[in-house]
């Protein structure tokens, strides 16, 4: 497994655990690791980590991190999250800008991209460039309107793709 990865946190660099871990610092504990219990946590892939705040009502800060110590892996295959580890050393490498964190959006297959859509906000002009890029994608302009938009209705309603 590969030891780089993503960590999310809220405004003030804190995890959701109230950590504050700032970039271009290295953090250890003591103590044996354990997914779920003792350790760092963070994902290998950037939309995993949008599982452990709130990233639609909230602004969060998404950084590059690199594991230095033991990792515990786990995979949460009931809700299709994978590579998740959680380590005992730590460095947080980069911050991303929203830039990065889009353009990584825009290359995911549809499955991570839905992902990353129900748990990071969209500005509007951000919105508009994914319509217009999966405007015949009806599963990515669903879960546009339904997490992006608040259009809760719209699983209920019959889809037409516009040409």
């Not at 990865?5 to 290295?26: A, H, L, V």
Request: hydrophobic share 30%.
């Amino acid at each position: 497994m590969n030891n780089n990865g993503y960590k999310s946190f809220n405004k003030d660099f804190k995890t959701f655990n109230d950590i504050i871990m700032e970039p271009n610092n290295i953090y250890e504990i003591d103590g044996e690791i354990k997914y779920h219990k003792h350790g760092y946590h963070f994902a290998s892939r950037l939309e995993d980590t949008l599982r452990y705040v709130n990233g639609l009502e909230e602004k969060i800060i998404l950084c590059k991190v690199l594991a230095l110590g033991n990792i515990d892996w786990y995979d949460d295959e009931y809700y299709g999250y994978y590579d998740l580890g959680c380590t005992n050393k730590i460095y947080i490498d980069k911050l991303l800008t929203r830039e990065e964190i889009i353009d990584y959006a825009l290359n995911l297959h549809e499955q991570r991209l839905l992902r990353f859509i129900q748990g990071y906000k969209l500005t509007k002009e951000e919105l508009e460039l994914f319509k217009s890029i999966y405007k015949r994608k009806e599963s990515v302009l669903n879960f546009i309107s339904y997490f992006q938009e608040k259009d809760y209705d719209v699983f209920k309603r019959k889809y037409t793709l516009k040409k």
